[in-house]
């Protein structure tokens, strides 16, 4: 089992619809995640982080975490063309120092 | 702020041959970091440094060498490239602190034949 696991995708949804994105992690002890966009050819860019159960809300963004469950998404409201991108989970894990275990990403595309 | 630069941005390297990717970042950053970024395979982490002067492997490290010159800039070398070493690099900085946030530089491709 990986550490940090995202489905590949691509996920499309229409323009405008809310998209979904989710990820599931190992380590039941982990404290921090973080959900980082890339767009192709790009750098990552941190979107969110988010520490603590529950939603946490940022504009269109809403990062959801479940540590009973080991999960984290992130929801994407209005969804528009520019959103398209590969969207990667990060976990930071117990026992990891400071580092960042990322899942493989999953592609949105935002269909007109 | 220019906040992580990487040089070069892209380079073509033949077999055997060696080189050094740069990474400064200006965020008064402790922490530091290496990835390489290949097709579904996601980030791996190569190397990093927790603060000046600290050095550790990551998951990837094999045919790696880095250096943490000071608190700005930390280097990796590739002592004799190889085609599997074919990838995009990306350096990262942060705080350091429990509620990790890490900036990426703009990458580097790097290819080898």
């Known amino acids: 089992q990986k550490e940090v696991e995202q489905n590949s995708g691509p996920l499309s949804v229409p323009e405008g619809a809310i998209a979904s994105l989710n990820c599931t992690y190992s380590d039941r002890g982990s404290q921090s995640f973080f959900w980082y966009r890339q767009y192709s050819g790009k750098s990552p860019e941190l979107i969110m982080f988010?520490?603590?159960?529950g939603d946490k809300e940022d504009g269109r963004f809403t990062a959801q975490l479940n540590k009973a469950s080991q999960y984290v998404s992130l929801l994407i409201r209005d969804s528009q063309p520019s959103d398209s991108a590969t969207y990667l989970c990060?976990?930071?894990?117990?026992?990891?120092?400071?580092?960042?275990?990322f899942g493989t990403g999953t592609q949105l595309k935002v269909e007109l | 702020n220019a906040g992580v630069t990487q040089t070069p941005k892209f380079q073509v390297l033949k077999t055997g041959q060696s080189m050094t990717l740069q990474c400064a970042q200006d965020?008064?950053?402790?922490?530091m970091y290496w990835y390489r970024q290949d097709p579904g395979m996601g980030l791996r982490l190569i190397y990093y440094s927790a603060s000046e002067g600290t050095t550790d492997k990551g998951e990837v490290p094999n045919g790696y060498n880095v250096s943490r010159l000071n608190k700005r800039e930390f280097s990796l070398r590739l002592e004799s490239a190889a085609p599997s070493q074919t990838s995009v690099y990306f350096c990262?900085?942060?705080?350091?602190?429990?509620?990790?946030?890490?900036?990426f530089g703009p990458g580097t491709r790097l290819l080898v034949l």
């Open positions: 990262a900085s942060s705080e350091g602190t429990i509620k990790e946030t890490q900036y």
């Open positions: 988010i520490y603590s159960n």
């Open positions: 965020m008064n950053h402790n922490s």
């Open positions: 990060a976990v930071k894990l117990t026992g990891g120092g400071n580092k960042l275990t």
